[in-house]
Structures are given as C-alpha cells and as structure tokens.
C-alpha cells in the first residue's frame, strides 16, 4: 500500500513539474502595447499586433506599430498641382509652390497659383492714348476708345466797323456770320452774334467779307481747345485788318478795298 502511494505521489510531481516546464516555455506577444499582449507568455514570438503610425516622416511615429492605424500627422504640402507636392502630407502648412497667373483680370487666372510666372493673359486697350487704355493689358482686343480729337473756334469783332455782318468761310465752306461784337472780353466759343466752328485739330485756312472789306489767313485748332481769331479794322488810316489767335499771334491780314470809316 506504501509503495503505491509513493508511486503516486511519484508520478504527480514528475506532471507538475512537466506543466511547469511547459509554461516557462509559453510563447506569445509579450510588448504591453500591442492588442493581442499575452501576459503570461515568456517567449515574444513575433505576432504582436500594435496600432499606430508606421510612417517614420510622421510627427507621431510609432517605431513599435506594426498595423497603420491611418492617424499619422506628415506636414507638408498637400496640392498635386504644386511642385513640392507631398503625397504622403496630411496637413497642409502653405508652403506648396503653384506657378501660375495670379492675376484675377486675367483670362488665364489660376486662383492656386502662389508664385506669378508672368503668362497672364489680360484682354483690354493696350494704347495709352486711348481714354480706356489699361496698363494691365497685356493682349489688344481692339477695345481702345479715343477721345474727341476736335477743337472750336470762335470768329468775333470787338466793334461795329459799320461794315455790316461779317461772313465767315473756312476751307471755302460757309460757316456763318458775325452779327455782334464784343467791347470788352473775349468771347466763348458758341457766344450769341459770333461764328463758332468745330473741326478736326489741325490748320484751316480762312476768310470773311463785308461791304468793301476781305479777311484771309489760317488757324490752328486744337484737341479740346476753344481758339479765337478777332477779325477788326485798322482806323488809323492803314486799311489793313488783323486777326488774333487764343495765343494772342497776330496775323496780318490785307484788304481787298478799304472799309468805310
């Protein structure tokens, strides 16, 4: 009876101290971070299984992931159309580099571009004469508006000669006759008993009648300019008459006959 029951207990210590062999042994994951940690196994046999950023450009790299859990934090620029674009970025910081047209006028503006590369296209009037011209245009578009390149000019008489109305023609046309006169002052262009003309600017000639008496010469009109030429008579016994411009250049001017006095 002894002898069995050492027998026994025998064979019961050989089997704990076989289960105690055998746990020594236990393999598994042993890293506390990862999601399958084996708290009991003593060997690390490579099946971890830890989440987290696998990217070492990564601000929140995880040298121990072994899963990518997508929560990766790359700064960088994040536009495929830069040329510093990062594909891995995840954060955009401003610093991509877009070279384009960043002009909003232009026909070819491209609102991402960062850095102006000098291909705008800005459709407009290119001429600086014209009243639209626009320094940004950079293509003609036939747009190009000119201001009224006419100017006047007033025929007029400071006194009545008593040679009666006066006619005037530029350029052998009729243009009027002056029917007043101005004592003092010098008229206006368009003034009441004066003959006003318009004309493209350049030099026109010129002249007038009245009984027994001729004027003739030229005048320049100007862009937006009202020019005067004062048709008058010479009563210091010269029968000559003389005309004066806006710029006060007299301009002899020889009768045909003497005026009545």
Do not use: H, Q
């Not at 046999?45 to 859990?69: E, F, H, I, L, R």
């Amino acid at each position: 009876m002894k002898k069995e029951y050492f027998t026994l207990l025998f064979f019961c210590l050989m089997g704990l101290l076989i289960i105690e062999s055998t746990s020594c042994k236990r393999e598994g994951c042993t890293n506390a971070k990862a999601a399958n940690y084996d708290s009991k196994a003593k060997t690390d046999d490579g099946s971890c299984v830890v989440y987290g950023c696998t990217n070492p450009k990564g601000m929140n790299y995880d040298s121990d992931a072994t899963d990518d859990d997508g929560t990766c934090v790359i700064l960088g620029c994040t536009n495929p159309k830069a040329e510093n674009y990062d594909p891995d970025a995840t954060d955009d910081i401003g610093t991509c580099i877009i070279r384009g047209c960043t002009n909003p006028n232009a026909a070819n503006y491209d609102p991402d571009a960062t850095d102006d590369d000098g291909s705008c296209i800005i459709n407009g009037c290119t001429d600086p004469e014209a009243t639209n011209y626009n320094p940004e245009a950079t293509n003609d578009d036939g747009s190009c508006v000119y201001p009224n390149l006419k100017g006047e000019a007033v025929f007029w008489t400071d006194d009545d000669y008593g040679v009666g109305y006066i006619s005037v023609y530029v350029s052998n046309s009729f243009e009027g006759k002056i029917t007043g006169f101005y004592s003092s002052g010098v008229p206006d262009c368009g003034e009441e008993g004066c003959v006003t003309i318009e004309r493209d600017a350049g030099t026109y000639s010129f002249y007038a009648t009245a009984e027994g008496g001729f004027w003739e010469g030229s005048i320049t009109i100007s862009n937006g300019i009202c020019s005067t030429m004062k048709l008058w008579v010479n009563k210091d016994g010269d029968p000559l008459f003389l005309g004066m411009d806006s710029n006060n250049n007299a301009s002899e001017i020889k009768t045909v006959e003497a005026l009545k006095e």
